[in-house]
């Protein structure tokens, strides 16, 4: 198993004050998944958002998920999945994206149906879908598959 690829890891000093965006690439590996989770809950933090808070938490879960997704639905052997977090210029959106080179299998970006009772899996868009302020689908921005992205509003920002 591979770890993420550090030299794609590129934060983005706005002001030289604080970093307003961190993406990095993963392997399409459940352990990929797990790092990138670890990852965005450690930015997070280090950009103040401490690691019990309520917006690390939340960006922290629906990161696992559309990772677990990326994953599981969108892998292609040999490529890996990328992560970007970042915030608005404002500070008051945090918005987690991430991309894979599946174009064919693309998730509905309306409020998904759950799975049967007795399901074991099909509940991670759902809580996107809850946690998330708006998510959403687009084509990858660096070629072929997509991006699904999540957006969070911070707590005592001027957007709230």
């Known amino acids: 198993m591979h770890s993420p690829s550090p030299q794609r890891h590129r934060p983005v000093v706005s002001g030289g004050v604080s970093p307003t965006e961190f993406a990095i690439a993963f392997t399409s ?14 930015c997070l933090d280090s950009w103040g958002h401490p690691y019990d ?15 677990a997704n990326a994953v599981q639905h969108g892998r292609v ?9 970042a915030a608005e210029a404002d500070g008051g959106r945090l918005r987690v994206e ?17 799975p049967d009772d007795e399901s074991e899996s099909g509940r991670g868009l ?35």
């Open 77 to 85: 052997p040999g490529r890996d999945f990328h992560v970007r977090l």
């Open 126 to 160: 759902l809580l996107v879908a809850a946690l998330a302020d708006a998510w959403g689908v687009t084509d990858r921005r660096s070629g072929p598959g997509k991006t699904v992205w999540a957006s969070v509003s911070v707590p005592g920002s001027s957007m709230t």
């Open 53 to 67: 808070s309520d917006v690390n938490e939340t960006l922290t879960l629906i990161t696992a998920e559309l990772c």
């Open 98 to 114: 991430v991309s894979d080179t599946r174009a064919e299998r693309r998730p509905v970006a309306t409020t998904p149906t759950g």
């Open 29 to 42: 590996t459940p352990r990929g998944a797990r790092l990138a989770r670890l990852f965005v809950a450690q």
